[in-house]
């Protein structure tokens, strides 16, 4: 079994933190997913707000935990630019694919391209 990548890897530790109300533990996550947990943890507040103008029709706290942790990391790392918007999109894309519901990936996209026309 391969090692998780850095996106999964903060993805997990960011919707723990979410469904359980805690803090995010970062210990024993490559540098890069401490990165994007404390960078997306620190923004929380901003990233919900972008996020739940952008989702119309959705409040942040009806999506599923897992789409809405996907929007928050993804929506980090674009502005963090660091990464190529193209590939945070598509990676983010999958993750829902593989993590959550049958209509996430779509969802996703939909949310991040009115994310970056704004």
């Known amino acids: 079994m391969s ?3 850095a996106r999964e890897q903060a993805l997990n530790a960011l919707y ?3 469904t359980t109300g805690a803090t995010p ?3 024993g996550l490559s540098g890069r997913a401490r990165r994007y947990v404390e960078g997306t943890w620190a923004e929380l507040s901003d990233l919900d707000r972008r996020i739940e103008a952008a989702a119309t029709g ?3 706290g009806r999506m599923p935990a897992v789409d809405r942790n996907i929007l928050r990391l993804a929506l980090y790392e674009m ?4 990464t190529p918007v193209g590939v945070v999109v598509s990676e983010a894309v999958n993750l829902a694919k593989r993590f959550s519901t049958e209509r996430s990936g779509a969802f996703v996209n ?6 970056i026309e704004d």
């Open 16 to 18: 723990a933190a979410d």
């Open 110 to 115: 939909a949310v991040l391209s009115k994310l």
């Open 3 to 5: 090692k998780p990548s």
């Open 58 to 60: 959705w409040r942040l």
């Open 25 to 27: 533990a970062t210990e």
């Open 79 to 82: 502005r963090s630019g660091s």
